[in-house]
C-alpha cells in the first residue's frame, strides 16, 4: 500500500539519513513512491562524503552538502550492538567505553546531526523531523530491566529531541519532531534479538508515515510507534 503524505505541501523535498539500513531503505522507497514528493535525499555512510556520528566536524560537511529547503527528515541512523556486545543484560556487564560509545551514536551524533540540518527546514510551511527511537527508552515502560546502555541512550535522546521541539517551533511553529518506535523489525540491526514474527521494514514504514502525516504541530515532541499510538516518555 502505498503512502502519500498529504499533510506536507505538495513537491514536498525529503532527506532519508541512514538510508543503507533495512528501515532506512523502506524510507527512501516509500517516499519515492509518493506522487506528492519531488526528491528523496538518500544518505548512506560515506555517501556524499565520509561522515561519522562520533564526529561533529563530519556532520557539519556533511550537512553543507545537502539542499534546502526540507519538508521531511527522517534520522535512521542508531546502533544496538556496540563493539561486538549486544546489550547489557546484568549490572555486571556494564562497561564504561561502550556506554559512552552507545550514548554517542544513539542520543549525541543524531542530536548533532539536527543542530547542523535543522537550517534546512523550510520556513512557514509543515515540516517534519522524524527520528528513530525505541521503546525501550521509555523510563515509565520499563517493566523488564536489562539493555542498560541502548535505554539509556534512547532515553536521553528523546529528551533532546523534546527540548529542541520547544525551541525550533519557535521559528518554525508548523513543525512536527517526532521520536519514532518501529516496531520488532526485521533488520541487520535487530536481527540477533528478534523471531519470526517481527514486522517487515516496509510495513513498519506505512505506518510510520501514515501516523506522522495525521500528527498535529504542537510546539512538543511526540514519541510515537508504528499503530500511530502514543509511548509514554
Known amino acids: 500500500m502505498m503512502v ?24 527512501v522507497q516509500a517516499l519515492r513512491a509518493d506522487p506528492r514528493c519531488s526528491d528523496v535525499q538518500a544518505i548512506r555512510r560515506g555517501e556524499p ?3 561519522d556520528l562520533e564526529d561533529e566536524v563530519s556532520l557539519m560537511a556533511l550537512a553543507a552538502q545537502l539542499q534546502g529547503p526540507l519538508h521531511l ?7 544496538l550492538t556496540i563493539d561486538g556486545h549486544g546489550p547489557e543484560k546484568r549490572l555486571q556487564e556494564l562497561d564504561a567505553q561502550r556506554l559512552l560509545r552507545s550514548l554517542k551514536i544513539n542520543a549525541v551524533g543524531p542530536a548533532l546531526l539536527l543542530r ?3 537550517p534546512l527546514l523550510a520556513r512557514g510551511e509543515r515540516v517534519i523531523w522524524a527520528k528513530l527511537s525505541a521503546r525501550v527508552g521509555s523510563i515509565e515502560d520499563n517493566y523488564k530491566g536489562g539493555w542498560y546502555g541502548y535505554r539509556a541512550a534512547k532515553a536521553a535522546l528523546n529528551q533532546l529531541l523534546q527540548t529542541a521541539a520547544i525551541e525550533i517551533s519557535r521559528q518554525r511553529p508548523l513543525a512536527v519532531v517526532a521520536a519514532l518506535q518501529p516496531g520488532t523489525v526485521r533488520s ?4 540477533p534479538f528478534v523471531g519470526d514474527d517481527a514486522l517487515a521494514p516496509d510495513a513498519s514504514v506505512q505506518g510510520l508515515l501514515q501516523a506522522l502525516d495525521v500528527t498535529p504541530a504542537t ?3 511526540l514519541f510515537l510507534d508504528h499503530r500511530g499510538q502514543s509511548i509514554a516518555w
Open 4 to 27: 502519500s503524505m498529504r499533510s506536507l505541501p505538495e513537491s514536498y523535498r525529503a532527506l532519508v539519513i541512514g538510508a543503507s539500513g533495512s528501515i532506512g531503505q523502506a524510507f
Open 49 to 51: 562524503i565520509e561522515w
Open 73 to 79: 527528515v527522517v534520522d535512521a541512523t542508531g546502533a
Open 116 to 118: 547542523h540540518l535543522s
Open 188 to 191: 541487520s540491526l535487530s536481527r
Open 219 to 221: 510546539g512538543r515532541a
